[in-house]
């Protein structure tokens, strides 16, 4: 579907710039319908966005605009993305269809053109039928036979060369999908890569830590041990103080060992679910990324090339039975 409609541009017309078109394509995601308006760089968005409802029925809170990996911002005027050009594509996709519990789109009622056969030839009574010759009544009835056939032949070709146009219709629909599905797949790429990068680098900090929580939890006995056996100086000393333990709190470092440990406990506790719900998120990020490549438009593209020879085959055929 292609639809166009003049919107008037608002604001001062000198954010437009020389290289700017007059013409806007927008492009529907989940239909691959077209709809062109005419309008300059000083239109504001918020204009666009009024009239695609008028046009499609999507109110602008639900419009998510996306040219590139840029979505559209209603407030600004549409030179601000470099648009209109008849190179940058702006594809429209309806929020309310992007929840996984949404309902798909109502199925599209297409118009199949089915041939319009005319009915047979009826006896005439004609001169030359009357006639008792054989061969001229031989040569009526064929000319009249072949006159039908003909005409059959020619509404079958005419209802190959429409279903033929529509093909070609749904296949550049089909085709505006794929590159609405390459956008939305590299916005998703673009927008999964940060809260993976912060994911990576915390995992990255917290895998340190612990292991030098690790290592200095491992290793507490230990040094306990190590403290108490290593004498203090004759000279220093004293009642109740002969070792280098003697010097420290064995009871206040034995109290904070175990909190440490508490501590560390409790945060792996904290992380473990959240780990495991952003790994969760990452395998249906990459399962929806896989799900979202497809190239058998190429196939059918090929095939109803074929076709179209075909097509153009009969088309000689019927001109020279002209």
């Not at 996709?93 to 949404?102: E, I, P, Q, T």
């Not at 033929?164 to 550049?172: A, I, K, Q, S």
């Not at 999908?177 to 990068?197: I, T």
Request: charged share 25%; net charge neutral.
């Amino acid at each position: 579907m292609s639809s166009g409609s003049a919107v008037t541009a608002g604001g001062s017309a000198g954010v437009e710039g020389a290289a700017l078109g007059q013409k806007l394509m927008v492009h529907v995601a989940e239909n691959g319908h077209s709809m062109e308006f005419e309008c300059g760089g000083g239109t504001r968005v918020e204009a666009i966005q009024r009239a695609i409802e008028h046009v499609c029925g999507v109110p602008p809170a639900d419009q998510l605009l996306l040219c590139g990996n840029i979505p559209l911002d209603g407030a600004n005027h549409l030179a601000h993305y470099n648009l209109p050009r008849d190179d940058r594509e702006v594809f429209l996709y309806n929020k309310a269809r992007l929840h996984a519990d949404s309902p798909p789109p109502a199925p599209e009622s297409i118009d199949i053109p089915e041939p319009s056969i005319p009915p047979p030839p009826r006896p005439q009574d004609t001169a030359l039928e009357v006639s008792a010759d054989p061969a001229l009544k031989a040569l009526v009835s064929y000319e009249v036979r072949f006159r039908y056939d003909f005409q059959v032949a020619n509404a079958l070709y005419q209802s190959s060369v429409a279903k033929y146009e529509v093909c070609r219709r749904l296949l550049r629909e089909w085709q505006v999908q794929e590159r609405a599905l390459d956008m939305a797949r590299s916005n998703l790429e673009q927008a999964f890569r940060k809260p993976s990068l912060r994911y990576s680098n915390f995992m990255r900090s917290f895998a340190q830590q612990h292991r030098g929580y690790v290592e200095v939890l491992s290793t507490f006995e230990r040094d306990v041990q190590r403290l108490r056996a290593i004498k203090l100086h004759p000279h220093l000393q004293c009642e109740g103080r002969r070792c280098l333990l003697d010097l420290m709190d064995e009871n206040r470092l034995r109290k904070l060992a175990d909190e440490y440990l508490s501590s560390q406990k409790g945060f792996e506790d904290f992380v473990s679910p959240l780990k495991a719900k952003f790994l969760e998120l990452k395998r249906r990020v990459e399962s929806l990324l896989n799900s979202m490549s497809s190239s058998a438009w190429k196939d059918l593209e090929a095939l109803i090339k074929e076709h179209h020879r075909v097509i153009g085959d009969q088309k000689s055929i019927m001109q020279s039975l002209r």
